[in-house]
């Protein structure tokens, strides 16, 4: 006897590593029950194995409720009877459990409207490539090729569908300079609906990749004489229940606010132990390098790309809009990240921190002692350095908002992945190529 399809849902979350993990229950489930259980472990694996990381504060014992949000529910445009929910862990008394990293997120949020009644808008860049059943890339061209993007386009324009389908807006899609690279940029929004949906946009890439037999690699460094792919994202804020956009000001310095020069200054202070939750895989700083385009040293400029945090130029007659930060790619958990550097920036309010002069050059072509004085200090050369300033004082700050166990979770996993593969390259490529 037929029976009815059965429609299922992807249960949806980020690890600790970068990693998208689901669960899939039957749709009737997901609507009339409390979640799933799942282990308090699954926060604690590293990218390379499902083995939990040491004095991480999570091991066999425990669990939580892992709870789609309803208003996250879409539908998969390839499959009619799947569905993706973003979920939130739940301890067992119903409340987010300390280490559910939307749920940090979420906490960030509130405290940045309580206490400067500000909403953070961002939007993500993200690069990917594209590669053949037998391990090569899908091609070798430019960036900004057309033909690239031809030879491309129905996997790229199929992406560009679907994600509109899923109400996920797209602004840009092009080749980027890697062999096989490519980079789609999502619209502007609210934070925690952008980390829902650049989850959602690498579930989408990669799923309408492998329906025409490619695959896809988010990994930040896949060739030492090739780009990177990073994540970059764009940032500004707006008054609680106002669309004006108040990080520019044409009659402030710079063109930027008070307010946005303060955020910078708190995101530049703490950019080096900032590393540890957006570039937080070993892989991530053999990306960073010196005249890379990618950002090596503590620096803001003008539509500058060697700065790590660029002033964008996209207003009317050139006036700033927001600022790029470039020290993020995939093996980034979005919603730790965004927390951290909402951490960062209230900082920066709370101080009234001074935003250094710009750098309008790149920074390695500065004499080392005149950078120096001018506190253009490079980044962490490894995790393992990064890790250390997180340990210390300057870690602090981020163990009091993001709260001291998900920082300890953090080190303990930041470690073992650089025990394992700091410094090691060709390690990294064979061992984390499809992992992120």
């Not at 492998?210 to 695959?215: D, G, P, V």
């Amino acid at each position: 006897m037929a029976t009815k399809q059965t429609e299922l849902v992807r249960l949806l979350f980020c690890d600790a590593s970068g990693g998208r993990r689901c669960r899939v229950i039957p749709k009737e489930t997901y609507m009339t029950s409390q979640g799933i259980g799942i282990t308090k472990a699954v926060m604690g694996l590293p990218s390379f194995e499902d083995v939990v990381v040491k004095n991480g504060g999570v091991d066999a014992v425990g669990e939580v409720r892992l709870i789609g949000d309803p208003n996250t529910l879409v539908r998969l445009p390839w499959s009619q009877f799947s569905y993706f929910a973003l979920c939130n862990m739940y301890t067992h008394d119903k409340n987010i459990w300390e280490l559910c990293p939307r749920g940090v997120l979420m906490q960030s949020i509130e405290q940045f409207k309580k206490e400067f009644q500000l909403e953070l808008d961002v939007g993500y860049e993200i690069e990917f490539l594209l590669i053949n059943q037998d391990g090569t890339p899908l091609n070798n061209y430019l960036y900004g090729s057309s033909t690239a993007y031809e030879e491309a386009s129905v996997v790229i324009e199929e992406i560009y569908h679907s994600l509109l389908e899923m109400g996920i807006e797209v602004d840009q899609l092009h080749k980027e300079s890697a062999p096989g690279q490519y980079e789609i940029v999502l619209h502007y929004g609210p934070v925690l609906s952008l980390c829902d949906k650049l989850l959602l946009a690498r579930e989408v890439i990669t799923a309408i990749a492998l329906r025409h037999k490619l695959k896809v690699s988010f990994i930040p460094k896949a060739s030492v004489t090739a780009a990177g792919n990073g994540n970059h994202v764009h940032v500004s804020f707006r008054k609680i229940g106002f669309p004006e956009n108040v990080f520019p000001d044409t009659n402030e310095k710079y063109g930027i606010s008070k307010l946005g020069q303060f955020f910078m200054a708190g995101i530049l202070k703490h950019l080096q132990v900032l590393t540890n939750f957006t570039v937080p895989s070993p892989n991530s700083f053999s990306r960073l390098k010196p005249s890379c385009w990618s950002g090596a040293f503590v620096c803001w400029g003008l539509d500058n790309r060697e700065a790590p945090v660029r002033l964008t130029s996209t207003g009317e007659n050139g006036q700033p809009t927001n600022f790029e930060l470039k020290l993020m790619d995939a093996s980034a958990n979005p919603y730790v990240a965004m927390a951290a550097l909402l951490t960062s920036g209230m900082d920066g309010l709370r101080s009234q921190l001074s935003l250094p002069d710009p750098v309008c050059i790149d920074p390695a072509g500065i004499k080392e002692e005149e950078r120096n004085k001018k506190g253009i200090i490079m980044l962490p050369q490894t995790i393992g350095e990064a890790v250390k300033m997180l340990e210390k004082g300057e870690g602090d700050i981020f163990r009091e908002a993001l709260g001291p166990a998900l920082v300890k979770l953090w080190i303990a996993v930041r470690k073992r992945e650089g025990e394992v593969f700091d410094e090691r390259f060709e390690l990294q490529i064979t061992e984390l190529f499809y992992k992120f």
